[in-house]
C-alpha cells in the first residue's frame, strides 16, 4: 500500500535553515501537502504542492517536489525557536478522500 | 468563529465499555474524518466521509464505526474498546476546492484500561 516516510528528528540553531524531507511511494498523488503540529496542539496546513509543480515559494517556507525519485521536502528559511514543533508531510491518493501522513519529524530549535 | 469540535477531550474507561467521541463542524464541510496519532507512527485515517450518509474506511478502521446523518456531525463509535486503542484522536472536516486543506479538532486523549 501507500507509505509516506519521514525522519523523527532535526535540530538547528535560530537563524539558520532547515529542511525536512519526506519521501512518499504513491505515483498518483495529487496532491502533496505540509501539516504542523504545535505541543499540544491540533494540526494546521502549512502549505501545499500540486504533483505537476516542482517548486512552491510562502514566504520563509519553500516546498520542492522532486516527482521522479518521490521526494519531497520542506524548507523553512530564518528558523526561529517559534518553529520548534512537529511536521508532517502527507499525500493524497488520487481524487479520494484518502489522506496518508508520513511519521512527522520533530523540529527542535536552539537559540 | 469557524472551528471543529470534539468531546469529550480527555477520557478514561475500560475494556468492552462502549464510547462515542463526537465531533461538530460549523463551517457547512462536506468531508469530514477521524484520524489516531501514536507516537512514531504519525496520524493514520480511521474512517472519513465525503458527504451525508457516505463513509469509507481509511487505513486502521478496526475496531471503530462511523455515522453520518447530518453534515455537521461525525461521531466515532468505539463498540467494545482494548487497550490498543489507547490513542490521541482527532477529527477534521474539509470543503474547500481542495478537498484535503484540512482544519482539526483540538483533539480527544483516550486511555483504555
Known amino acids: 500500500g501507500e507509505d509516506v516516510e519521514q525522519s523523527l528528528f532535526l535540530s538547528v540553531r535560530e537563524g539558520d535553515s532547515s529542511v525536512i524531507n519526506c519521501t512518499y511511494t504513491?505515483?498518483?498523488?495529487?496532491?502533496l501537502y505540509w501539516y504542523k503540529q504545535e505541543p499540544g496542539a491540533g494540526l494546521q496546513l502549512l502549505t501545499y504542492?500540486?504533483?505537476?509543480?516542482d517548486m512552491k515559494q510562502d514566504q520563509r517556507l519553500t516546498v520542492l517536489l522532486n516527482k521522479k525519485d518521490k521526494h519531497l521536502s520542506l524548507r523553512i528559511a530564518d528558523t526561529q525557536t517559534g518553529d520548534s514543533a512537529i511536521y508532517f508531510c502527507?499525500?493524497?491518493?488520487?481524487?479520494?478522500?484518502?489522506?496518508?501522513f508520513g511519521q512527522g519529524t520533530e523540529l527542535s530549535v536552539k537559540p | 468563529e469557524a472551528q471543529v469540535t470534539q468531546n469529550p477531550r480527555y477520557l478514561i474507561t475500560v475494556t468492552g465499555k462502549k464510547l462515542t467521541v463526537t465531533c461538530s463542524q460549523n463551517m457547512n464541510h462536506e468531508y469530514m474524518s477521524w484520524y489516531r496519532q501514536d507516537p512514531g507512527l504519525g496520524l493514520r485515517q480511521i474512517y472519513y466521509?465525503?458527504?451525508?450518509?457516505?463513509?469509507d474506511k481509511g487505513d486502521v478502521p478496526e475496531g471503530y464505526k462511523v455515522s453520518r446523518k447530518e453534515k455537521r456531525n461525525f461521531p466515532l463509535i468505539l463498540e467494545s474498546p482494548s487497550p490498543n486503542q489507547t490513542s490521541l484522536y482527532f477529527c477534521a472536516s474539509s470543503g474547500g476546492a481542495l478537498i484535503n486543506e484540512q482544519f482539526f479538532g483540538p483533539g480527544t486523549r483516550l486511555t483504555v484500561l
Open positions: 466521509s465525503m458527504n451525508v450518509e457516505v463513509t
Open positions: 504542492i500540486f504533483s505537476n509543480m
Open positions: 502527507a499525500e493524497t491518493e488520487n481524487q479520494g478522500g484518502k489522506l496518508i
Open positions: 504513491d505515483s498518483s498523488s495529487t496532491y
